[in-house]
């Protein structure tokens, strides 16, 4: 019985997760054990210390800090690490839980130097060489007024690989690696966020006018061209009326004409039937009319014709 209970003190198994670490009085004995199966240890003096060999997460806390352009941002970080050396793990931190503070001090301490070393648009924009998007439908000229970000020089996937390199060396004398490192949200304070949504508005309100000054520039240019075009139209029916006139005036002088060759009456009666036209567009009750008797319109006034009265 006891000799089966000294057995199970001295058997622990490795599971392929794992990496173990055995301590003698609290200190590491033998080198680190990574390999699964049943391994053996001298029972009641030899501690087995077991370790994470898979990849672990950090999450860090959302903390205010300022950008170099003064602009207070609340940036929340996560990172990726695993335990590369754990006797080193084990001398410097012992457990997860005291990795996990530690990482919070060395994380945080990079992120905030890292923000106030660079300015907002930095930090908020992806990268360098992407493009801001265009207002769509608005033409070129109208669309370079609108304001636009600013260009910039490394951008937020920089920044991470920055506070990323400068993390790696410090956590390096601990057992660890650090794998990667991502900001999970940045967010702006209260008060900054308020001056962001005044300037939005602005920029909206600014496109919304281009909008409007193109349309009324368009418009314009719509009725120039029905004006001028109406103006032609008119222009070429009135050159086909005065034409039309013309020839039509023309052939009736000519009937006319050839009416008084054949026949001297008809002549005659034209002339009566021109006279009064003249009269009823010229005489009304309130005209007084002094004529000379020698005149034509004397004549038929007097209710005489012409002929006789020579």
């Not at 006797?87 to 994380?107: G, K, P, V």
């Not at 600013?150 to 794998?179: A, Y």
């Not at 052939?251 to 009064?276: G, L």
């Not at 008797?293 to 014709?305: A, I, V």
Request: with cysteine; charged share 30%.
């Amino acid at each position: 019985m006891i000799a089966a209970i000294i057995l199970s003190l001295s058997c622990y198994t490795v599971d392929m997760t794992e990496q173990v670490i055995v301590t003698r009085f609290g200190k590491p004995i033998g080198k680190t054990i990574s390999t699964a199966g049943l391994k053996f240890k001298t029972p009641f003096i030899d501690v087995v210390n077991r370790f994470e060999k898979r990849i672990i997460a950090w999450d860090g806390q959302a903390n205010e800090m300022p950008t170099k352009d003064k602009t207070y941002i609340v940036v929340d970080t996560y990172a990726r690490w695993k335990i590369v050396d754990p006797r080193a793990f084990f001398e410097n931190l012992r457990d997860e839980r005291r990795a996990l503070s530690r990482l919070d001090d060395i994380l945080g301490s990079e992120t905030r130097n890292t923000i106030a070393r660079h300015k907002l648009i930095e930090v908020i924009r992806t990268t360098k060489d992407r493009e801001p998007e265009r207002p769509e439908g608005l033409s070129a000229g109208l669309a370079s007024n609108v304001a636009v970000l600013p260009p910039i020089t490394k951008g937020r996937v920089k920044l991470e690989q920055e506070i990323l390199e400068r993390s790696k060396g410090k956590v390096k004398e601990f057992g660890i690696e650090l794998l990667d490192l991502r900001f999970k949200r940045i967010n702006y304070n209260e008060t900054v966020r308020q001056r962001i949504y005044i300037r939005m508005i602005s920029e909206r309100a600014q496109i919304a006018e281009l909008f409007r000054s193109e349309g009324a520039g368009e418009a314009a240019k719509i009725l120039g061209n029905m004006e001028k075009e109406l103006k032609r139209i008119s222009s070429t029916a009135y050159k086909e009326i005065q034409t039309t006139k013309g020839k039509a005036d023309a052939q009736a002088i000519s009937i006319y004409a050839k009416a008084y060759d054949q026949d001297p009456a008809a002549q005659s009666f034209y002339e009566f039937t021109r006279t009064m036209e003249t009269f009823e567009n010229t005489l009304d009750t309130n005209t007084m009319l002094i004529l000379g008797t020698d005149s034509e319109l004397f004549k038929y006034l007097k209710g005489l014709p012409p002929e006789e009265e020579e």
